[in-house]
């Protein structure tokens, strides 16, 4: 597999870029500050940058977009989304996996009662950056799936954790390990049976 990682230098995207290379796929990293994991290809840039992400997909198979936000671009997500989502188009490149937040579209519901009126107010922006992504990602006709963790942990991942599509009832808790997300994401990175769905994460 030949993973580009849109956003690979740190976070969920340095763990995914570790683990896969780890696991021997070929990785290539797009990032502004130009850093990435010891083995990784890296293209130093703007993701919003149309050459440049085409550039990046050159010998990709699957794509992952694992980016923040930022405080001067409230849409920033939803930007670099589109962008990918347009080179990826030009160059057929099919399989894409993005992560997104618990909250985001129709996944307000999996969390936890308690959290959802904070999320509501303290998170209101980033959610509707994820909610632009989201439409975005699921208006394309890509082999798309999101993935929506709960609130982000650094350290060692667990190897333990729970996730919820849509369809399904219940509830997931308020934190993952970051390395549990990644875990996760390289786990279906060629699972057709995730193609079109969106999987609430969280610890088990």
């Known amino acids: 597999m030949n993973l580009t990682i849109i956003g690979g230098s740190q976070g969920t995207g340095a763990q995914l870029a570790q683990q ?6 070929k990785v290539t990293v797009v ?19 149309p ?22 671009n409230p849409q920033q997500r939803t930007e670099v989304t589109r962008t990918v989502i347009m080179a990826m188009n030009d160059v057929e490149v099919t399989r894409l996996i ?23 107010v303290v998170l209101a922006k980033p959610l509707a950056d994820h909610d632009r992504q989201e439409a975005a990602v699921q208006a394309s006709d890509l082999d798309w799936t999101i993935v929506r963790p ?12 729970a996730t919820l599509t849509t369809e399904e009832s219940g509830t997931l808790k308020g934190t993952v390990q970051r390395a ?3 875990a996760f994401m390289l786990s279906i990175l ?11 994460m969280s610890k088990a």
Do not use: C
Request: aromatic share 4%.
């Open 51 to 72: 050459e440049v992400v085409k550039k990046s997909l050159s010998e990709a198979t699957a794509v992952a977009i694992t980016v923040g936000g930022s405080k001067d």
């Open 150 to 161: 709960s609130g982000l942990k650094d350290g060692e991942g667990s190897g333990n954790w």
């Open 98 to 120: 993005v992560q997104s937040s618990l909250g985001a579209g129709d996944s307000m519901k999996q969390l936890p009662a308690l959290l959802r009126p904070l999320m509501k």
């Open 20 to 25: 896969a290379i780890d696991a021997g796929h």
């Open 31 to 49: 990032s502004r500050s130009g850093r990435g994991p010891a083995g990784a290809q890296i293209f130093t840039g703007s993701a919003t940058d």
């Open 180 to 182: 549990d997300v990644a």
């Open 190 to 200: 060629e699972d057709a049976a995730t193609f079109g769905k969106a999987y609430g």
